[in-house]
């Protein structure tokens, strides 16, 4: 299994495409089926920290792989209940 990149205490727009291209270096690095990271230092986002865990999801899905999100803050799972894409999140 790869350890992606833990997510950053702060993920807006700004970081997001930073985070994504660190991500991906580090599943090219890898043959493992499988991906995981740790969500639980996250406490600054908007919108963007939903649309990168997406992006990542389609990426596991792309490379027929499962990757599994640790310590998603509340917070997050409730805005991606807001834009109605919560069953799409892994973990």
Do not use: I, N
Not at 21 to 37: E, F
Not at 38 to 44: F, K, N, R
Not at 48 to 63: C, D, F, I, K, Q
């Amino acid at each position: 299994m790869v350890q992606l990149p833990a997510l950053p205490a702060r993920l807006t727009h700004a970081e997001a495409q930073s985070y994504l291209a660190q991500c991906d270096a580090a599943w090219k690095a890898s043959d493992s089926a499988s991906a995981q990271l740790d969500a639980s230092a996250l406490h600054d986002f908007d919108s963007s920290a939903v649309a990168v865990l997406l992006e990542l999801r389609r990426s596991a899905l792309a490379r027929q792989s499962v990757l599994e999100v640790h310590g998603l803050p509340a917070r997050a799972r409730e805005l991606s209940t807001l834009y109605g894409v919560s069953e799409l999140l892994p973990g």
